[in-house]
């Protein structure tokens, strides 16, 4: 089954630091694969996703991630990070149409 | 246009009650599925309909049914409430597109079990 692991459940960043957040993940196939932010008290947002056209994928308020299949991750990141960034990311994968499922979250701290 | 909604915002029950929570997909979608996130976690997949036809099905005990309605909008039901079933429940539409296809999530429903 496809599943994916994020390393690290907290991450403190300081502000104009780079961000990376790490995803690996467990596919036998070509997997498709998500990054969403939560803010708190608030739903998903989806911040960009990989579907093998090209393997740096650039999303949202300056996000990026790298699929790289010799090291089966997706890594997030953001050159600097700014206080609005403060959240809990998802990396997800898609394992059948309609159907996500989700790692265990990264919360993001960003240090003032 | 208009996002996914979901209502109530939040809902306190008693253990061994039965609650309805309810979903409206952005317009145009077809595609509804339910998530469970208990605090602290991801989210986990419970539902997934297609065209008022469930299409999937996660872990999840019969104590949990859900459908769809002809305009698209779903609801997801629990019986016999467990204190475990605290959790924010989130409903995400899509166009149905296939596989790799993106979800768009509603702010969810948070029940609270007592």
């Known amino acids: 089954a496809q599943s994916v692991t994020q390393l690290g459940s907290h991450v403190s960043v300081s502000e104009g630091a780079l961000v990376l957040l790490r995803c690996n993940y467990s596919?036998?196939?070509?997997?498709?694969l998500f990054w969403y932010v939560q803010y708190p008290n608030q739903g998903l947002q989806l911040l960009l996703k990989y579907t093998s056209a090209a393997t740096l994928v650039k999303g949202i308020n300056g996000f990026e991630a790298e699929f790289k299949k010799s090291e089966t991750s997706f890594h997030l990141t953001k050159p600097s990070a700014h206080m609005s960034d403060a959240a809990e990311y998802f990396c997800?994968?898609?394992?059948?149409?309609?159907?996500?499922?989700f790692g265990t979250g990264t919360r993001l701290t960003i240090i003032p | 246009d208009a996002g996914v909604t979901q209502s109530p915002t939040h809902l306190i029950k008693t253990r061994g009650q039965h609650v309805t929570l309810r979903c409206s997909p952005i317009s145009g979608h077809k595609s509804v599925s339910w998530y469970q996130q208990v605090l602290g976690q991801g989210p986990q997949f419970i539902f997934q309909?297609?065209?008022?036809?469930?299409?999937g099905r996660g872990n999840f005990p019969d104590r949990f049914s859900a459908r769809q309605f002809p305009n698209y909008s779903s609801e997801l039901n629990v019986n016999a409430l467990l204190l475990g079933d605290s959790a924010l429940y989130l409903c995400a539409s899509s166009f149905d597109k296939g596989q790799g296809e993106e979800q768009y999530f509603g702010p969810g429903t948070r029940l609270t079990v007592t």
């Open positions: 997800a994968v898609s394992p059948s149409p309609r159907k996500l499922t």
């Open positions: 596919s036998s196939v070509p997997p498709y």
């Open positions: 309909y297609y065209e008022k036809e469930e299409r």
